[in-house]
C-alpha cells in the first residue's frame, strides 16, 4: 500500500508518495495554480508519471494547504454567518465584531443577536435560555446567512446551552446546515473564542470547495479508492470529513507539515525548523517531535483568537526575494519576491531581476538554471546579499531560542538553497536531500490527533474522574479524525487550577495521538 502526501503553497505545489514502510519513493515540485485543484492535479500527475504503481494500491491520500488562511487574508469565498451570543444581558457592553476590520465583518454580514443565556464562572446559570426569542432570530435571518456561530459565556464550563442552541438552529434551517459551537474551537476568554467560531462557521465553503477540488484532483488521476486526510496546525491528520466542520484548524498547517517533515528526516524530537520557501521563511520549534504551540492568544486576518496555533514566526526571505543595492551601498535582500514567477524573472533561469536564488548560484551553494547567466553578478554584491540573508536567518532563529546555548537547526524548503552552510548561534545544522518536499512528506506521515479541555470543577467532579472524561472525549474526537482506537496514546496533559474560583476549579486540556486507522 502506498500514501500520497500533497502540500500546496504560495509558490509551488509538492507531491510525494510514501511506501508501505514510509520510505519516498518519489517527489516533485508544480507550480501552484490560481485554481487549486489544477496544481494538485499536476503535482499528483507528475509523482506517478514515472512510476509503476498500481493506483488501487494508493489507500491514502493527505492535504496540506494554506488555502484557509489566504481567504482570511484575502477576504475570499467567506460564507455569511449569523452571531448567536448566549448572554443577555451581561455582554452588552461590548459587542460580537468588536475591534474587527470593517472589510472582513462586510463579507461575514455582520449579523449578530444577543440573546438570553449563559453561565456564571462558577457554573450557576446566568441566564435561561429562551428558545421562542432564538427563534425569532432564526425566523428573521432566514435567507440572509449561510451558517451560525453560537457562543455562550463560560461554555468551557458548561455546554449545554450551546448545545442546545444549535438544536434550535437544525429544527429551523435543516440538519446540514452549518453551526459552530464555540466550546468546539476555542478556549478560556469570551471575546476571543467567539472569535474563532465566526471565523469557523465563515469558512466552510472554503473548505467545501478545497476538499471537493481534492476528491477530483485525485479522481481525474485515476486515484479512486484513497482515504482523503487534511492536516492540522498541530502536526497531525484529520479525516475530510471532519476538516469540514473545523475548517480553521487547518490554519498554520504549513509549516507544521514542515517541522513535522523535518523531524521525519533529521530524526531529532528537539530542533529550531528553519523553512525557507519562495517568498518567506518560516521558523517553528519541535519539542518532542511535534510543533511547539503559541502560548498567546493568535491574531489571524486582523481578528484576535484564542483556539490553538502553531509558534511560528516568518520573514519576508525566500528563493524568489529581490536582492537591491541601496543608496549607501548596503545590500537588502526582499520582503518582496517574484513567488511563482521564479522560473520567468530571476537571472539564471534567463530573468532579469537579481534574486537570492541568484546570489546562491554565483556563490556556488547552487546549479540551478544556467550558472553562466549570473557571472554579471560582482562577486562582492553577491558576498554582501549572503552576509544579510545570513543575518536575516540567525536573527530569527535567536527569536525563536529559550536558550543562550548553540541550536540545532534543521533546514527545508526549497529555497533552502539560499542558506549560507554557518550560521552563528548554531551548533549542528541538518540539511537532507529530501528537504524541498518536508512539507509534503510532514502532510503524509503524521499521526492522528484528538484534543478535549474545559473547565472542571473539582468540589463537585474529582479529579481523577475529571482527568478520565477528559481523556475519554479526546481519544473520541482522534477516533472521528481517523485515528486506530488500539495506537491512541496521551502526549500531553496540561492542568491549570483557577485561583479566584470558588469550587476549586481546574482547567483540564489532554491531548492524544494516535495512528491512521487501517
Not at 243 to 266: E, K, Q, V
Not at 320 to 326: D, K, N, W
Amino acid at each position: 500500500m502506498y500514501r500520497l502526501g500533497i502540500d500546496v503553497g504560495g509558490t509551488n505545489t509538492d507531491a510525494i508518495i510514501l511506501d508501505d514502510q514510509q520510505h519516498v519513493i518519489n517527489s516533485v515540485k508544480r507550480h501552484t495554480t490560481r485554481d487549486i485543484q489544477t496544481g494538485i492535479t499536476n503535482a499528483i500527475q507528475a509523482v506517478l508519471a514515472d512510476q509503476q504503481l498500481d493506483l488501487d494500491q494508493i489507500n491514502k491520500a493527505m492535504l496540506g494547504t494554506t488555502q484557509i488562511t489566504n481567504a482570511i487574508v484575502e477576504r475570499k469565498h467567506i460564507a455569511r454567518v449569523g452571531v448567536l451570543r448566549l448572554a443577555y444581558p451581561a455582554t452588552e457592553a461590548i459587542p460580537p465584531y468588536t475591534a474587527w476590520p470593517e472589510d472582513l465583518v462586510a463579507k461575514l454580514s455582520g449579523k449578530y443577536a444577543i440573546v438570553k443565556g449563559g453561565y456564571e464562572y462558577d457554573g450557576q446559570v446566568l441566564n435561561a435560555l429562551d428558545p421562542d426569542e432564538i427563534n425569532a432570530v432564526l425566523a428573521k435571518w432566514r435567507g440572509e446567512v449561510d451558517a451560525i456561530a453560537i457562543i455562550g459565556v463560560f461554555a468551557a464550563l458548561r455546554v449545554d446551552q450551546e448545545q442546545q442552541a444549535a438544536d434550535l438552529v437544525h429544527a429551523a434551517y435543516g440538519d446540514t446546515f452549518p453551526v459552530t459551537m464555540s466550546h468546539e474551537v476555542g478556549s478560556l476568554g469570551l471575546i476571543e473564542r467567539e472569535n474563532a467560531a465566526i471565523l469557523n462557521a465563515g469558512l466552510f465553503r472554503v473548505i467545501e470547495n478545497t476538499v471537493d477540488g481534492f476528491e477530483r484532483a485525485l479522481a481525474e488521476s485515476g486515484i479512486k479508492h484513497a482515504s482523503l486526510y487534511l492536516t492540522q496546525n498541530d502536526g497531525t491528520l484529520m479525516t475530510a470529513s471532519y476538516a469540514r466542520h473545523f475548517p480553521i484548524l487547518t490554519i498554520g498547517s504549513g509549516p507544521t507539515n514542515s517541522i513535522r517533515g523535518a523531524a521525519y528526516l533529521s530524526h531529532l524530537k528537539n530542533a529550531i525548523v528553519v523553512d525557507i520557501g519562495g517568498t518567506t521563511t518560516d521558523l517553528g520549534v519541535l519539542q518532542a517531535g511535534f510543533p511547539r504551540e503559541s502560548s498567546i492568544a493568535v491574531t489571524v486576518g486582523g481578528v484576535a483568537t484564542n483556539f490553538r496555533m502553531p509558534d511560528i514566526m516568518s520573514i519576508g526571505l525566500g528563493g524568489g526575494s529581490i536582492v537591491r543595492q541601496q543608496r549607501d551601498g548596503s545590500v537588502t535582500v526582499g520582503p518582496d519576491s517574484v513567488g511563482y514567477q521564479i522560473t520567468e524573472k530571476a537571472l539564471t533561469f534567463g530573468g532579469n531581476i537579481v534574486t537570492a536564488t541568484d546570489v546562491a548560484v554565483r556563490l556556488g551553494l547552487s546549479d540551478v538554471g544556467n550558472p553562466e547567466l549570473v557571472k554579471q553578478i560582482p562577486l562582492k554584491f553577491a558576498q554582501a546579499a549572503m552576509t544579510t540573508i545570513g543575518q536575516m536567518i540567525t536573527v530569527a532563529i535567536d527569536k525563536m531560542k529559550t536558550s543562550p546555548e548553540p541550536a540545532t537547526v534543521v533546514l527545508v524548503g526549497g529555497g533552502a538553497i539560499i542558506a549560507p552552510h554557518h550560521l552563528e548561534g548554531v551548533g549542528k545544522l541538518v540539511r537532507d536531500p529530501l528537504g524541498g518536499v518536508a512539507n509534503a512528506i510532514g502532510a503524509s506521515i503524521s499521526q492522528v490527533s484528538g484534543e478535549y479541555g474545559r473547565i472542571y470543577p473539582y468540589n463537585q467532579i474529582p479529579r481523577d474522574q475529571a482527568m478520565a472524561d477528559a481523556k475519554k472525549k479526546a481519544i473520541e474526537a482522534a477516533i472521528e479524525s481517523g485515528a486506530d482506537e488500539n495506537t491512541i496514546e496521551v502526549v500531553e496533559v496540561d492542568e491549570v487550577p483557577l485561583a479566584y474560583h470558588p469550587e476549586n476549579a481546574n482547567r483540564v486540556k489532554i491531548k492524544v495521538v494516535g495512528n491512521l486507522a487501517k
